[in-house]
């Protein structure tokens, strides 16, 4: 079966009429933009405050907007059709993941905007922030793929949307909790570290552990999420 783009933008102006029509869940897309415009004004200029910023887009918006898009599809049964259809895992799952990637994408660029962050070397971080998008978007459609419910939904995602905004914080007690330190491989804080090295002269070369790392976390959940689809198709 061939790859067919028309299937996957088919998906993708569902979700997007789903997601307009659905305000509890399009709403959550302002609140990165108005904490980036409040630490704009704050003149918060270190990386730690930007990616706070970024970090909040990834969690808020690629996990929790695309947990509730697959969720609202179980809910409504349309994702059994889906799974029906002539279409393959690929296209659904590509075509799903479309429009959050895209918001992800667009509010992440604002949030670096209004929070006048300007990387050394934009075209690095761009890639930093384009891996872990896919990242953060597995992670979603992995947890809305196991929520039984919109609602149900929403609150298992609360627990990654806390971990990967403000889990980086867990490192100051890292001499203190040894056990702690597995926190620096988490994907929210090799893209600081990375941003970090950038600012301080780093090229690709530097920073390619960095993108492997984050690489790495965006196969393995993308991976989990295609066996938890296919169980799905069984069941």
């Given amino acids: 079966m061939t790859f067919s783009w028309k299937r996957v933008n088919a998906i993708f102006q569902k979700d997007f009429k789903d997601f307009s029509r659905n305000m509890a869940v399009s709403i ?3 609140l990165p933009i108005i904490l980036a ?3 704009g004004r704050m003149e918060l200029d270190s990386i730690q ?5 970024i970090n909040m887009t990834f969690a808020m918006v690629g996990t929790y907007v695309q947990c509730c898009l697959i969720a609202e599809e179980k809910e409504k049964n349309t994702l ?6 002539p279409a393959s895992t690929l296209e659904i799952l590509g075509g799903k993941s ?4 895209v918001l992800t994408i667009v509010i992440a660029f604002f949030c670096a905007y209004l929070s006048e962050y300007k990387p050394a070397n934009i075209s690095i971080v761009a890639l930093a ?3 872990s998008a896919i990242f953060y978007i597995g992670m979603g459609t992995l947890l809305g793929l196991i929520a039984k419910s919109v609602m149900e939904s929403s609150v298992i995602v609360l627990p990654v949307i806390g971990i990967f905004t403000v889990g980086s914080f867990a490192t100051v007690w890292a001499d203190k909790y040894p056990i ?5 491989y988490m994907p929210n804080m090799q893209l600081i570290d990375l941003a970090t090295r950038i600012e301080e002269g780093a090229g690709i070369v530097d920073v390619l552990s960095n993108l492997g790392i984050i690489s790495i976390w965006a196969v393995v959940v993308f ?7 296919k169980k799905r198709m069984v069941d």
Avoid: D, P, Q, T
């Fill in 223 to 229: 991976v989990l999420a295609a066996i938890v689809y």
């Fill in 28 to 30: 959550v897309i302002f």
């Fill in 129 to 131: 922030i384009i891996v």
């Fill in 49 to 53: 405050a930007h990616f706070i910023n």
């Fill in 180 to 184: 702690l330190k597995v926190v620096e």
């Fill in 37 to 39: 415009a409040i630490y």
């Fill in 80 to 85: 059994r059709g889906l799974m029906l259809s």
């Fill in 98 to 101: 479309l429009l959050s990637f």
